[in-house]
């Protein structure tokens, strides 16, 4: 700032920096369009602080799948698991439950400082109810579908929730085949955002990599989970960059 006893003129302002993503959010200021997130699932490689910690850098969110063996047949970690890595990282962590009776954990992740926590439609009772104790906890909510879900039925809940998870495979295991044929469910939802003004990320997770990420970005998603496609390359965070640039030019 000038000091005002020098009595010289001020210099011209700055030109208005570029606006930049929000680390959180990726919103761009004054954009209605969410800048494009990536998220890496941890899933690809292990749970450990470690491998956490390497990812963490590269990612504009950390992908964690909380699996209980009953919602999925797969099991994975829990809460314990998640608050401890969540003092060894900064990346907002955007929390899966694939789990039955989410009405029980849900908002003790959020609690646990996670930045989202998405849960399944097929396994929550009242999903409205659940968004709404999710978001007093103090986390974004995010309500996912998996593969054999319409989307449809759900539509008129989504002003309740900040994101809606489309699995582009079957939920339960990584390193699956990517489902083209899911990418519809994409359409639709945007369609439905779009016409309702609404504020709400689409996400899609299950076989997002090089050679599919532009086809999910053009149907209308803008935060993608990947784990295979980052952390089956020998670095990480150059994948993570990859996907990145890939989805810049497909945007609908
Ligand atoms: C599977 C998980 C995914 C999984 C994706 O149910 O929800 O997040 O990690 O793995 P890739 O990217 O390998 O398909
Ligand atoms: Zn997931």
Redesign the pocket.
């Given at each position: 700032m000038t000091d005002p006893s020098l009595n010289v003129p001020s210099p011209a302002p700055e030109p208005a920096p570029e606006p930049a993503p929000d680390g959180a959010t990726g919103r761009l200021a004054g954009s209605p369009e969410p800048a494009p997130l990536i998220a890496p699932?941890?899933?690809?490689v292990d749970f450990s602080a470690d491998a956490a910690r390497a990812a963490d850098a590269a990612a504009d969110w950390l992908?964690i799948?909380i699996?209980d063996n009953r919602f999925?047949p797969?099991q994975t970690i829990g809460l314990d698991e998640v608050i401890a890595l969540r003092a060894v990282t900064t990346s907002p962590f955007d929390c899966?439950l694939?789990i039955v009776e989410p009405e029980q954990w849900a908002t003790r992740y959020a609690e646990a400082g996670a930045f989202n926590v998405t849960f399944h439609a097929e396994a929550a009772a009242d999903p409205l109810a659940l968004a709404k104790d999710v978001r007093a906890a103090g986390a974004r909510v995010g309500l996912a579908i998996d593969r054999d879900t319409p989307v449809e039925p759900y539509l008129d809940l989504l002003p309740a929730f900040d994101l809606l998870l489309i699995?582009?495979?079957?939920?339960?295991?990584?390193?699956?085949e990517?489902l083209p044929y899911l990418l519809e469910k994409v359409r639709v939802a945007r369609r439905h955002r779009n016409a309702g003004h609404l504020e709400l990320r689409l996400e899609v997770?299950?076989?997002?990599?090089a050679d599919t990420i532009a086809e999910a970005a053009a149907a209308g998603a803008d935060t993608f989970?990947?784990?295979?496609?980052?952390?089956?390359e020998p670095d990480p965070a150059a994948a993570v960059e990859h996907l990145r640039r890939l989805v810049g030019g497909h945007r609908p």
């Open positions: 699932s941890l899933l690809a992908h799948d699996m999925v797969n899966h694939m699995m582009t495979i079957k939920a339960g295991f990584g390193g699956q990517f997770d299950g076989g997002i990599a989970v990947a784990g295979t496609a980052v952390f089956a």
